[in-house]
């Protein structure tokens, strides 16, 4: 029984650095219909950066993303403004080629300046475990997912009590009925976007610490993220939360009671299950072409 209840806890602890990770991918694709393959890029790259100020300085990786957040945010906006601008109004397979190819930049800017290599963090607390009612439940994981959990309260806030929220919220139902009261949706779009780069500041920061990582490493974040995102519904906030749950809780026991080597092949098995009956995912609306179709 103790065994179980371990293995749960730290899948919902894993689970929910994941559905910090997915909520900037779903929200830039509910609101601009961009699948933003550059994400999982993203994150090695601060993953990267953190490591380097760690091992430099010795500062808290984790406490890092309070630099990493508004830093990304920016990195977000530029890239928007200068790069996905352009694709505006396009179809999401421009934004797949056009995303792709910000990934493989940056993976070859960090294999050239950082040497392909897997790098980790290791603070201090990177081997202690809290002790719960027999229990353990490791520092880093907890520190991780408590940070991941702040992040999403703060977007959660951002998104339903501010009328920068309302604003994104509004273009993500309906663009043209809030074009119609005055919502500029360009500056909307732009903002959305750096909110979801601004979510790689925090979910890079706690992967540098939680995985082992390399230039290449994006390739597996993306699918996992991805994965997460159609399972719960392209461009639900509370699907993607749900997904990384799920993802989290594969992952642990089938970890804990098979093996680890199977535990990604079981998530992508259950989203195959789930999608056969219902192909819009679990939180997903089926739009007017699909029923039709």
């Given at each position: 029984m103790t065994q179980l209840v371990q293995a749960l806890v730290l899948g919902l602890l894993i689970g929910g650095v994941y559905a910090l990770m997915a909520s900037g991918l779903t929200l830039i694709f509910g609101v601009m219909n961009i699948i933003n393959v550059a994400h999982g890029?993203?994150?090695?790259?601060?993953?990267?950066?953190?490591?380097?100020?760690?091992?430099?300085?010795?500062?808290?990786?984790?406490?890092?993303?309070?630099?990493?957040?508004?830093?990304?945010?920016?990195?977000?906006?530029l890239l928007y403004k200068g790069v996905l601008i352009r694709i505006s109004g396009r179809p999401p397979g421009m934004s797949v080629l056009l995303t792709f190819g910000i990934a493989i930049t940056i993976e070859g800017v960090l294999d050239v300046t950082a040497g392909n290599k897997f790098r980790s963090a290791t603070p201090s607390y990177f081997n202690q475990s809290f002790r719960v009612?027999?229990?353990?439940?490791?520092?880093?994981?907890?520190?991780?997912?408590?940070?991941?959990?702040?992040?999403?309260?703060?977007?959660?806030?951002?998104?339903?009590?501010t009328w920068t929220g309302r604003s994104i919220r509004a273009c993500a139902q309906n663009a043209s009925g809030a074009a119609l009261v005055g919502i500029q949706s360009a500056g909307?779009?732009?903002l959305a976007f750096a909110l979801g780069a601004a979510t790689t500041g925090v979910?890079?920061?706690?992967?540098?610490?939680?995985?082992?990582f390399f230039p290449a490493s994006h390739?597996?974040?993306?699918?996992?993220?991805?994965?997460?995102?159609?399972?719960?519904?392209?461009?639900?906030?509370?699907?993607?939360?749900?997904?990384?749950?799920?993802?989290?809780l594969a992952e642990t026991m089938t970890a804990t009671?098979?093996?680890?080597?199977?535990?990604?092949?079981?998530?992508?098995?259950?989203?195959?299950?789930?999608?056969?009956?219902?192909?819009?995912?679990?939180?997903?609306?089926?739009?007017r072409e699909d029923v039709i179709a």
């Open positions: 890029a993203l994150l090695i790259l601060v993953a990267y950066v953190t490591w380097r100020i760690w091992s430099t300085t010795g500062a808290d990786p984790i406490l890092l993303s309070i630099v990493m957040t508004p830093v990304m945010f920016g990195v977000g906006w009612f027999g229990i353990h439940l490791p520092k880093a994981q907890v520190y991780g997912c408590l940070a991941a959990l702040f992040v999403l309260a703060l977007l959660y806030l951002v998104l339903s009590r909307v779009a732009a979910g890079g920061s706690v992967l540098s610490v939680l995985y082992p390739y597996d974040w993306i699918s996992r993220l991805l994965g997460i995102i159609v399972l719960g519904g392209m461009g639900s906030m509370s699907g993607a939360l749900v997904g990384a749950l799920m993802l989290g009671y098979l093996s680890l080597q199977w535990s990604t092949l079981v998530f992508y098995a259950v989203i195959m299950v789930v999608l056969l009956f219902r192909p819009q995912g679990l939180f997903g609306t089926r739009l």
